[in-house]
């Protein structure tokens, strides 16, 4: 990836269908706007989990994410540059407010990446100077819908290097993380995007109690909502022959006032 003419090449084969599939997926789990108010990806991120290419939008055995993934990230400019890698869930229930939160699962800063080093395995981000928030398996509780676990690439600006202690007093607790928030506040750019979903298995219990996550435990329900309009009148053929003479047509028709007490 030295050479231009293999960047153009390259960035020529990922603007056909990889492209088109991210972009789908950025919309169609409506990324933008519960994530971003805007975003559009200009580097090729795919992401590997134990080895395994996971296509965009993919739903993962919660087993399988208990390992850091490793991303390959193929950039098409020249030159070397600093980025961070920002691993959120955006969709934390929250009880009490009947609402959804955000959470972080990973953040990294400092990471050099070039066109010809795309390989970036999270697990092995530098302790002391380029990670933050360490890897957190993907979970979903019982009853609640999917998870969308978004991975972010955002490119830092030349000669910038983020202050590794200063994220880690700011997003060590993991709840409440904002990828616009983190964005603006260190002036990143998000280059690069890709996604996974989670939802509740038999492997979750054990990966949330391996993990030291409470809350296994809980269940989510859906609250039933009663309709406000009042009950609807007979009429028409139903009013015509609700009365006992016609008890013989009354099991042709569900909307007979009185017909569930007659049985």
């Known amino acids: 990836m030295n050479k231009p003419v293999y960047r153009y090449l390259a960035e020529r084969k990922w603007r056909g269908q990889p492209y088109k599939l991210i972009t789908q997926r950025v919309s169609q789990l409506n990324i933008v706007p519960d994530v971003l108010p805007t975003f559009d990806p200009v580097v090729d991120v795919q992401l ?8 965009p939008g993919a739903i993962l055995d919660s087993r399988v994410t208990e390992v850091p993934p490793r991303l390959r ?12 890698v920002a691993v959120l869930d955006s969709d934390v229930p ?11 699962h990973y953040l990294a800063a400092n990471v050099p990446i070039a066109p010809d080093q795309p390989s970036l395995p999270l697990g092995k981000a530098n302790k002391e100077t380029q990670l933050a928030v360490p890897w957190l ?8 819908p999917y998870h969308r676990l978004s991975v972010f690439v955002l490119e830092q600006k ?3 290097t983020i202050d590794v202690a200063r994220l880690r007093e700011l997003y060590g607790a993991r709840d409440g993380f904002s990828i616009k928030s983190y964005r603006d506040k260190f002036g990143l750019t998000p280059v690069g995007f890709n996604i996974f979903r989670t939802v509740w298995d038999e492997n979750t219990a ?8 409470p809350g296994a435990d809980i269940e989510f329900k859906f609250k039933r909502v009663y309709s406000l309009k009042g009950e609807r009148k007979a ?4 009013a015509k022959h609700s009365k006992p003479k016609y008890r013989g047509l009354w099991k042709y028709s569900k909307r007979i006032y009185g017909l569930n007490k007659r049985r």
């Open 73 to 84: 990230v193929q950039v098409f400019n020249p030159g070397e540059r600093l980025v961070s």
């Open 158 to 160: 030349p000669g910038q």
């Open 235 to 238: 009429r028409g053929w139903e």
């Open 206 to 213: 054990g990966v949330m109690e391996r993990a030291g996550v």
């Open 94 to 104: 929250n009880a009490e407010t009947d609402s959804f939160e955000r959470r972080c």
């Open 137 to 144: 398996p993907a979970f979903s509780q019982k009853g609640a």
């Open 48 to 55: 590997y989990f134990r080895r395994i290419k996971v296509p």
